[in-house]
């Protein structure tokens, strides 16, 4: 019986330890995230106006094309900002909700990175046709 009650001991501190590391990992890993994502969402405000400027006097076409990436990199930047506001509240929930919560995080933050990326890197590209 006392092996019994030991192993099962055991069993749920290795199970705890496990899920803690997990979740001690994604921690580090949604900070990685939102430091490379971060200055790049700050910078979107400032790559958005100048793409804009670019276009005045461009073919409708590509003035479009400018709104549409306009509109790509506002909600990137607004996703960030949503991101940031749940990333908080996941830090401060309970924590057994943590993994769970990182976890969403980590796909999250992942695809906001991509979809920052692309849409900055297309902004600079069609600012560049017009300079």
């Not at 006097?57 to 900002?81: F, H, V, Y």
């Not at 990182?102 to 906001?112: D, F, G, P, V």
Request: charged share 30%; hydrophobic share 40%.
């Amino acid at each position: 019986m006392k092996f019994l009650v030991w192993a099962l001991s055991a069993f749920l501190f290795l199970s705890c330890a496990s899920s803690n590391s997990e979740t001690e990992e994604l921690y580090n890993a949604l900070v990685k995230g939102h430091d490379e994502v971060m200055p790049k969402s700050m910078a979107i405000s400032s790559i958005r106006e100048s793409m804009m400027k670019a276009v005045e006097n461009a073919p409708e076409e590509k003035k479009n094309q400018a709104l549409d990436i306009s509109t790509r990199l506002l909600k990137a930047e607004d996703k960030m900002n949503t991101w940031m506001v749940e990333f908080g509240d996941a830090i401060n929930g309970k924590e057994e909700d943590k993994l769970a919560s990182y976890k969403k995080l980590h796909e999250e933050i992942t695809q906001l990175k991509e979809d920052t990326e692309t849409a900055i890197a297309d902004a600079k590209a069609l600012t560049a046709e017009f300079q």
